[in-house]
């Protein structure tokens, strides 16, 4: 019985793969490749935390489960649910720009890309379909139901004249095709896909630019133009368009302004009779407009504001707003289901609201609006990435599971949203003491002589596991604050920050027990000022042990005791000011190191008071490796950035790599690892203990990766693969599909029968006692059993066989335990040795067989029921 | 590595609530509720990711769970190799959640995509799934129940792979050996089955209740000598319900030691099991026990062979809520699950309701054998709704966070005696001699009041009052001395001031100065008064420098802002004056006799005549204005000279009148003495 089992499990049909997963689509990679990279253990250039996510409009699946949004060269699949990436398609060579749903297949997505392809994707499982080669760049896509051809924006002549041209998309059966059969729409249009929408399914499309709108109706083949007073006169100066978005069933036309109005266009058929009436809240530039899907009664806009305001009926009266949102609405979208919105923001996050306006999940990537100024720091005790966030916050990014934890809210003003408004900055920020301390500085600056600069220090409270604020310095320098330190060292007693400022002082604080008799308080003051000829103090920088403070002045850098704070020497090469200041670690915390502007990078040896060595390199980072000696530099050159990694003790560098970002990087850091690595290869023995993450200017943030692209990029490719199996519920009996798939589906319908019966069986009294009944008084199994194979036969009504072996086979199971030669049907599942299930039982009834079966159906049964 | 403890729920013990945290780098921690929530916080920022109910919460309620491992696609090479690319990746993103019912049923449910995956019902368990493990290579899940049974299930295809009969009474726990071939099984007696053949491969007996947790310990024997089949020396570790002891066993070759090889003892019924696998042999295994009291032990032990007494923990950790005031005791906060970080070195604690739980990283430093964490979860109580959305966290500022502006002691460094330290010494001293003077003089000051109580000259009365109330440091004494405004009345107290107590009284004043601006006025005559008076005394002290700092740095901050007030002063004064002369021209009109005496005929023409045209036309503005600018001096600003034509245009009939006012402006700038300036400020 054993080996019979074993051999049904061999043959046993395969009755459902699960689709596509198993399919060598791109996106899963061999897992000899795998090893083949480990082993070659090359490093590469990789992004972390994202591109923007905020490019385009995002798109909604049908059910408004998932949201499509573009991202670098990628498309990411976000659940709305969870906030969480399911997948994402990646296969386009350079920028996507633009996607949409495939309007005839609604779980196929079409997405565009300026390396003049159309890609069509089956984002369920994450798998590309097809591919359409344009063979020019394209900036944008739509796709209409009606017909067979999708519209992309193109610039084919000049390279500021964009065309909205239609293509065809050849129907063929190859993975690759070329569509080049393009027809021209509309010409002279903008860039930007906000400026085009299609209304009332197709019938018509409308694109605004500068100060006119024109309307192209596709069956009449003509266009219509709208020109608003473009005069130089003040009233009318800002009635340029800025969007534009089509009623999904009237006819009717909604254009955003950059004064802030939205006008809605009627009649727009007859360019003498249109009409257009204005709403108007915004009181700055109409960012995006979207009408409500499925009724069309309400429109939503957006602007800098970072309000949503929802127009009920189109009327000026009737307003919803939902606030506070964070940063200007770039984008907004409208599930096709009408449920959700989604609101795009310039802070590279995307928000999901209700239908009734309440936010419900927030997508956030890496915040990109504004200047990182604060650099790169690690927070000691989360081991997060910390660097400007929102206006006023400091972001907290998890680089371990790669998205943000939370936004630090610093300043704890209200941000005002609004163009040229001077606001308060946050410009400095640094940990110390093992993340028990934080100090920030803030400023805000109107005029030359005006400056507002406040440090505040934060302690982290276990009890409430929190930042609490303990000492705030107004105006702690008469200048702006140039850097800021916090003394590290393991066995200093107590905290000391040294910041340095452009008045020429550099200030020493200290943590000092200022309690009165009262409350046991600590507070930070004042300990030490410190200049040098007033030269302004540019940077600081104690040393490991933190008995050592080097602090330069311009082009000079001084040595300070930090135990009694006397100069102890100066260091001067007069080759520029000195922009980065380190000290050496470990075995090599005799060497100080200075990057100067003009280029070069000089080693001091601290014993010798002499310069060890020099070289000319033009520095924009230069970070020390808090786990070992290693020191990494990246310097600028014409054609890009390069990496040095050295010890300062060892002429020659550890390891080189050329051209690691093509532009400026701005601030680099080394995060320590939780697991040491064990590269074996020298050249990338420094990346054991820590890794090392770098900020361009355009704010990507970028590490090093030994892995394979595959290894690195496709998270969820890799996920077990489950089959997604839930068992019918009850309604979908009454909706009656059941009855109706019937025929067409036959081998689906057994699997769900079997799932469905399961219960049933096991509930029936008649069968309970049936199996209850000790196994010597029943009649023998293979008799039972053809005959309740035909009873079962009979309430099918068809003549549908295969689902026999599977009823029978729950009942064999209890029944027959010990019941020896078996009968033809074989066992779901067996006591202690495994057997599948085989199917194959329906082939060896013979036709005869089944006639008489037929017959059995007309006989009585019922008598099964009153056993 | 954080996959034990889960199926703890029996009947009886409600404490056993099922709860994971996500393999690999615990980014989430999964929790079942009693109310049949099933809710995925996030580790990192204790925020809560995503909540299900299942839809039959109510009959069915959750009783374990596991994390479905966050595994690359099917790997060759030595453990190794695959750490590693695992630890580089960001990638290891965690998805499946297996949720064992009380009903037999198993759900697969997606974290990512916040839904059920599916449903493994059929032909699986028909009583209550006590635990749930999945295997780590090949996809399979194996669960146990209260019918005997354990199933393999095929997680690709959700159906039934093979179900046997695990023991005579229920399963309760199981655990799936480091290679993947072994499967150990909790019921009655603890078995270690062939997963291949479904066949036991050995006993062990020990245990008196049912089996809570499972795990093992070393993933390679101690003893390397014989070639490793995958199993055999590997350690595993039993917990038990009511059981304080948590039992170590031993895979042997031969059949015969059935017994536990060591024990370790804790304070309750273990309820969560998290343990850091040794990799060799020197490697100690570090295993932390939540108890049902709410205590952590955790236990750092090399496993090397057969101990006869039970140990201890190495150190025990213990959360409490502050005592506040008098009134309320610390209480215990229970700790609910912990799991070690990736890096070994530091614990993730989960504490609190299991509704609100905070979750929180510990670095361990073992050589403290007792710790007791300090927590406030009273903030936690409240859910953040907020927050969730926003993912904004505001640090608190209390009133209680020390403020430094400019001129408060603490802002600029205090200014230190130049001299080293023998002369520290010296000024000690003689701040000693003081105290001892002092009290004597107080004695004496004290009779002298006591003379003088009599007369109660007012004038001498104030030197005492002053002194007494700077020795004893009475607010009230001071305040009534020190808020006087009659100058001459200060002049003579400070005059008969003992001279010890003039530091103390320049010490007091400076802390005044600093308060509101309106007292720092009446402490400035003071100040005034005692640095005129006692000058030569002052000069006389060689510790004056650093006395002083702070009074130094006060003015110099105060009169920082100087310059730029007196500017502003100067201006002001002049609109002002201004002002008030032409109001002073409107009231008393008697211009008609003098403009008869003064009689100039042309100029006056020529200036009603720009008045008129001024007035008539905005347009010709800027051609008058420059003719304005041609008469008046140069360097007046703007606004006044828009405050000068208002008072021409009033005063236009009157020459003299003009004349009046521009000699009033130069008396207003001549007002600006800047000691008066600082005076009255």
Same mark, same amino acid.
């Given at each position: ?16 793969? @699960? ?28 992004r972390?935390?994202?591109?923007e996510?905020n ?12 949201? #499509? ?57 994450g798998?590309?379909?097809?591919t ?52 021209? +729409? ?11 929408a ?13 100060f ?8 009449k ?139 419900s ?25 910390v660097l ?34 001077? &606001? ?12 028990? *301390? ?15 600069? &406040? ?21 702690p ?44 308080a600590?507070? *930070? /003051?004042?300990?030490?000022v ?36 006397e ?13 980065h200041?380190?000290?050496? =670690?470990? /075995? ?20 010798s ?16 490796? @808090?786990?070992s ?43 320590? =690892? ?51 199996? !839930?068992?019918t ?27 469905? &019966? ?20 029943l009649p ?88 | ?21 996500s393999?690999?780098?615990q980014?989430? #921690? ?7 929530h ?69 759900l ?21 799934v ?32 093979c ?38 491969? =050995? ?28 199993? /055999?020396?590997?350690y ?73 007494? @039970? ?63 300090v ?13 969730? +959305? ?28 130049? @001299? ?42 104030f ?14 004494? !001071?305040?009534?001395?020190? &808020?006087?405004?009659n100058l001459n ?5 400070v005059?008969?001031?003992?001279l ?35 000058a ?102 703007e ?43």
């Amino acid at each position: 019985m054993r080996g019979w089992g074993s051999v049904s499990r061999g043959k046993r049909p395969i009755n459902r793969l @699960p689709s596509g997963k198993l399919g060598a689509g791109p996106v899963t990679a061999s897992p000899c490749a795998c090893a083949k990279m480990v082993e070659e253990e090359s490093l590469r250039v990789v992004r972390c935390g994202g591109s923007e996510l905020n490019f385009r409009r995002a798109v909604f699946s049908a059910d408004s489960k998932y949201v #499509f949004c573009v991202s670098g060269d990628f498309i990411k699949v976000y659940s709305t649910a969870t906030e969480e990436c399911v997948h994402i398609l990646q296969g386009h060579r350079n920028l996507v720009t633009g996607i949409q749903l495939n309007p005839r297949n609604h779980l196929q997505l079409y997405s565009c890309s300026f390396d003049g392809t159309i890609k069509l994707w089956d984002y369920i499982d994450g798998i590309l379909i097809k591919t359409f080669i344009v063979g020019c760049k394209l900036h944008a896509l739509f796709a209409l139901a009606c017909e067979d051809s999708v519209f992309v924006i193109i610039n084919k002549e000049k390279p500021d004249v964009f065309q909205l041209v239609s293509v065809k998309l050849p129907k063929s059966s190859s993975q690759e095709i070329e569509a080049k059969e393009l027809s021209f +729409v509309l010409d002279y249009i903008n860039q930007s896909p906000k400026c085009i929408a299609f209304g009332n399914e197709g019938e018509y499309v409308a694109a605004v630019r500068d100060f006119y709108l024109s309307v192209y109706f596709f069956k009449k083949k003509t266009t219509s133009r709208f020109t608003l007073s473009s005069s130089r006169n003040k009233k009318h100066a800002k009635n340029n368009f800025t969007c534009v978005a089509c009623h999904p069933k009237e006819d009717c036309i909604a254009t955003g302004h950059r004064d802030g109005k939205i006008r809605l266009w009627r009649n727009f058929d007859d360019e003498k009779k249109y009409t257009y009436t204005c709403l108007h809240w915004h009181h700055d530039l109409v960012m995006d407009l979207a009408f409500s899907v499925t009724e069309g009664s309400s429109l939503l806009s957006g602007g800098r504001e970072s309000v949503l305001v929802e127009w009920r009926e189109a009327a000026e009266k009737n307003k919803e707003f939902l606030p506070r949102l964070g940063a200007t609405i770039e984008h907004i979208s409208v599930s096709p289901a009408g449920d959700l919105f989604c609101t795009s923001h310039s802070d590279n996050k995307m928000i999901i609201i209700h239908r009734n306006l309440e936010a419900s999940a927030v997508i956030q990537g890496l915040v990109k609006d504004r200047n990182i100024v604060t650099g790169l720091m690690i927070d000691p005790r989360t081991k997060a990435l910390v660097l400007n966030g929102k206006p006023g916050h400091l972001q907290f990014y998890s680089l371990q599971s790669d998205k943000q934890l939370y936004n630090l809210d610093i300043i704890q003003q209200e941000y005002i949203n609004d163009y040229g408004l001077i &606001q308060i900055e946050l410009t400095k920020a640094a940990f110390g003491c093992y993340g028990n *301390w934080l100090a920030t500085v803030e400023q805000r600056q109107e005029k030359e002589t005006e400056l507002e600069l &406040q440090m505040k220090l934060w302690t982290y409270n276990k009890k409430t596991q929190g930042f609490v604020l303990n000492t705030k310095v107004n105006m702690p320098h008469e200048d702006h604050i140039t850097a800021l330190c916090f003394c590290n060292a393991q066995k200093s007693e107590n905290p000391t920050l040294v910041t340095t400022s452009k008045d020429g002082h550099f200030k020493v604080w200290i943590l000092t027990d200022d309690s009165d008799i009262y409350k046991k308080a600590v507070g *930070w /003051t004042c300990d030490f000022v410190g200049s040098y000829h007033k030269y302004q103090a540019t940077n600081c920088c104690f040393s490991e042990d933190g008995s050592l403070l080097a602090v330069s002045f311009e082009e000079i850098v001084t040595i300070w005791d930090s135990e009694t704070w006397e100069l102890k020497c100066t260091f001067c090469q007069r080759a520029g000011k000195i922009r980065h200041l380190c000290f050496g =670690r470990l /075995t090599c915390s005799k060497y100080l190191l200075g990057a100067t502007e003009n280029g070069i990078l000089c080693c001091w040896n601290l014993l010798s008071c002499a310069l060890e060595w020099s070289a000319k390199l033009n520095m924009r980072v230069l970070e020390p490796d @808090p786990n070992s000696e290693n020191i990494a530099a990246i310097s600028q050159s014409s054609t890009g950035s390069d990496l040095f990694v050295f010890r300062p003790s060892e002429p020659r560098p550890l390891y080189i790599q050329k051209n690691i970002s093509r532009e400026e990087v701005q601030w680099g850091v080394f995060v320590p =690892r939780d697991v040491p690595e064990s590269f074996t290869s020298e050249a990338y023995q420094w990346l054991n203990r820590s890794q090392f993450y770098f900020l361009t200017k355009s704010q990507s943030l970028l590490t090093f990766s030994t892995q394979s692209p595959e290894e690195k990029l496709t998270p969820t490719s890799k996920q077990l693969l489950a089959e997604e199996t !839930l068992p019918t519920t009850p309604f979908y009996f009454i909706l009656g599909k059941h009855r109706q798939q019937q025929q067409d589906d036959k081998l689906n319908e057994a699997l769900e029968d079997e799932l469905v &019966q399961l219960p049933l069986t096991e509930n029936i009294p008649a069968i309970s006692e049936l199996l209850h009944t000790p196994a010597h008084v029943l009649p023998s199994a293979s008799f039972l059993c053809s005959m309740f194979v035909n009873s079962l036969l009979l309430s099918k009504g068809t003549k549908s066989a295969e689902e026999i072996p599977d009823d029978v086979s729950m009942e064999e199971e209890k029944e027959s335990v010990d019941s020896d030669e078996e009968n033809n049907f074989t066992e779901q599942v067996q006591d202690t040795n495994n057997t599948d299930l085989g199917k194959d039982i329906i082939h060896q009834l013979s036709k005869s067989e089944e006639k008489e079966l037929r017959k059995f159906r007309k006989v009585d049964y019922s008598w099964i029921t009153a056993l | 590595m954080a996959a034990g403890g889960g199926g703890v729920a029996e009947p009886f013990s409600p404490a056993g609530v099922p709860c994971a945290f996500s393999p690999q780098s615990q980014a989430y #921690f999964a929790l079942a509720s009693t109310d049949g929530h099933l809710r995925v916080w996030e580790t990192a920022n204790n925020r809560l990711h995503q909540e299900y109910v299942p839809s039959a919460h109510l009959s069915g309620t959750c009783t374990c769970l596991a994390w479905a491992p966050a595994r690359l696609q099917a790997k060759e090479g030595p453990q190794r190799k695959k750490r590693k690319s695992e630890a580089v990746g960001t990638s290891n993103q965690v998805d499946l959640l297996a949720l064992g019912t009380a009903v037999g049923s198993i759900l697969l449910y997606s974290t990512v995509k916040g839904e059920l995956h599916s449903k493994l019902i059929s032909g699986g368990h028909d009583n209550k799934v006590n635990c749930i493990q999945w295997h780590q290579d090949n996809g399979c899940l194996y669960s146990c129940s209260d019918d005997k049974h354990i199933v393999e299930w095929n997680t690709q295809t959700c159906k039934v792979k093979c179900k046997w009969k695990g023991d005579n009474s229920s399963v309760s726990s199981l655990c799936i050996s480091p290679d993947g071939k072994m499967l150990l099984s909790a019921g009655r007696t603890i078995k270690l089955w062939v997963l291949e053949t479904k066949e036991v491969y =050995r006993h062990f007996t020990g245990h008196a209740t049912p089996v809570s947790s499972l795990m093992f310990t070393t993933i390679r024997p101690p003893n390397e000598s014989q070639p490793f089949d995958g199993i /055999t020396g590997l350690y595993f570790l039993s917990g038990a319900v009511h059981d304080r002891l948590l039992n170590v066993w031993q895979v042997r070759s031969e059949n015969k030691e059935k017994n536990a090889v060591m024990s370790f003892t804790v304070t309750d019924e273990p309820v969560y099991i998290d343990l850091t696998l040794s990799e060799n042999k020197e490697e100690p295994v570090k295993l932390a026990v939540v108890c049902r009291d709410g205590q952590v032990h955790l236990f750092e032990h090399i496993l090397n062979g057969y101990c006869k007494k @039970p140990l201890t923990s190495n150190c025990t950790i213990q959360i409490a809520t502050p005592g506040k005031g008098k009134k309320s005791t610390p209480k215990p906060i229970p700790i609910l699950a912990a799991g070690f970080c990736a890096d070994k070195m530091s614990l993730l604690l989960v504490y609190g309701s299991w509704f609100q739980p905070t979750i929180e990283r510990v670095a361990l430093n073992s050589k403290e054998p007792h710790m007791c964490l300090v927590r406030d979860i009273s903030i936690c109580w409240a859910p953040k709704v907020e927050t969730a +959305v926003t993912k904004v966290r505001t640090p608190m500022m209390n009133s209680e966070a020390k403020v430094l502006v400019p001129g408060i002691p603490g802002h600029h460094a205090a200014i230190k005696p130049a @001299p080293p330290q023998t002369e520290e010494i010296e000024s000690k001293r003689k701040l000693g001699e003081n105290e001892v003077s002092i009290e004597e003089r107080l004695g004496a000051l004290d009779i002298d009041t006591k003379k003088e109580k009599g007369n109660l000259p007012q004038t001498n009365s104030f030197p005492v009052l002053l002194t007494q109330g700077l020795e004893s440091n009475d607010f009230e004494m !001071l305040n009534k001395v020190l &808020q006087t405004k009659n100058l001459n009345l200060i002049k003579r107290t400070v005059l008969r001031m003992p001279l010890h107590a003039v530091i103390p009284l320049l010490q007091e004043l400076t802390k005044r100065l600093q308060g509101h601006p309106n007292s720092a006025v009446l402490m400035v005559q003071w100040l005034k008064c005692v640095l005129t008076i006692h000058a030569s005394y002052l000069s006389t002290l060689p510790d004056l420098v650093p006395q002083l700092g702070t009074l130094y740095q006060l003015m110099e901050s105060r009169v920082k802002t100087f310059q730029k007030l007196s500017h502003l002063h100067g201006k002001l004064i002049l609109l002002i004056t201004q002002v008030t002369a032409s109001e002073k021209t409107k009231g008393p009109t008697c211009p008609a006799q003098k403009a008869k005496l003064v009689y100039e005929e042309e100029s006056s023409e020529e200036e009603s005549d720009d008045e008129i045209a001024d007035k008539d036309s905005d347009d010709n503005w800027d051609e008058d204005e420059e003719e304005k600018g041609s008469e008046k001096d140069e360097d007046v600003d703007e606004e006044e000279e828009e405050e000068e034509e208002d008072a021409e245009e009033k005063g236009e009939e009157n020459g003299e009148d003009r004349d009046v006012a521009s000699e009033k402006e130069l008396n207003g700038d001549s007002d600006l003495d800047p000691e008066n300036e600082s005076e009255e400020e």
